[in-house]
């Protein structure tokens, strides 16, 4: 099995399905490496502690975090299950940006940016990790978010160990557009 395919079920399993192999995240989405190793063999999925060492080292969004102890593994952000990150309130950089594809601006536009299945909308720090973001659906939009007006109105931004900056929704009023 390839690094990027360990990835792939790592974020399925740490984010959105433990149930999938019967693993038990705690409230701080924290899953026992060795509990994981072994659940994930017994659903046929035969991963070797190196194989998910490597696989989490070489991520290139560095997705996934390990305890201080190593004993312990979580998603650095993306949850679609309860879990809370304790991740502390910070104040954003002046700009943050966001990708998305063209079939959801009007969507945007009426709405904001909503977490969707997720718990928060996820914003990059640089234009270039937008533009990447949105690449992965069609041909990038990168919407712009000025984050003083937000955090004027008490809007509240923490960011995740990766750096992917963590907000409950944007509403539109505080987007920027390409054609604006």
Same mark, same amino acid.
């Given at each position: 099995m390839s690094h990027e395919q360990i990835s792939k079920l790592l974020a399925r399993w740490l984010r959105h399905r433990p149930d999938a192999i019967q693993l038990t995240l705690d409230k701080n989405g924290w899953a026992n490496i060795d509990e994981l190793l072994l659940k994930a063999a017994g659903s046929d999925i035969p991963i070797t502690k190196e194989e998910l060492?490597?696989?989490?080292?070489?991520? +290139?969004?560095?997705r996934f975090s390990l305890s201080p102890d190593g004993l312990?593994?979580?998603?650095?952000?993306?949850?679609?299950? +309860?879990v809370d990150l304790k991740l502390p309130i910070r104040n954003p950089p002046p700009v943050l940006y966001h990708g998305t594809v063209?079939?959801?601006?009007?969507?945007?536009?009426?709405?904001?940016?909503?977490?969707g299945t997720r718990r928060d909308v996820h914003?990059?720090?640089?234009?270039?990790?937008?533009?990447?973001v949105g690449a992965r659906r069609g041909a990038a939009v990168v919407l712009i978010i000025e984050t003083f007006p937000l955090l004027? +109105?008490?809007?509240?931004?923490?960011?995740?160990?990766?750096?992917?900056?963590?907000?409950?929704?944007?509403?539109?009023?505080y987007l920027r557009f390409p054609d604006n």
């Open positions: 060492m490597v696989a989490v080292v070489n991520n +290139d969004k560095q312990r593994i979580r998603a650095a952000q993306g949850h679609s299950v +309860d063209l079939k959801f601006i009007t969507s945007i536009k009426k709405q904001g940016l909503l977490p914003l990059s720090a640089n234009k270039e990790t937008a533009e990447l004027r +109105d008490r809007f509240q931004f923490r960011c995740a160990e990766n750096g992917v900056w963590l907000i409950p929704s944007v509403p539109p009023q």
